[in-house]
């Protein structure tokens, strides 16, 4: 079994892994802060 990692700070994730949209590409993160960061960085389309 692959290990995954959060998409803005590489943490483990886990069962609590929150999904965000970013640039129409589905990406995990570990929390909602991480989330904030990726939404707030924003990527180009």
């Given at each position: 079994?692959?290990?995954?990692?959060c998409?803005?700070?590489?943490c483990?994730?886990d069962e609590?892994a929150?999904?965000?949209?970013?640039g129409?590409?589905?990406v995990?993160?570990?929390?909602?802060e991480?989330?904030?960061?990726?939404?707030d960085?924003g990527?180009?389309?």
């Open positions: 079994m692959s290990e995954k990692t998409a803005a700070c590489d483990e994730l609590n929150i999904t965000v949209t970013i129409g590409r589905a995990e993160v570990c929390c909602e991480c989330a904030e960061k990726l939404r960085a990527v180009p389309e």
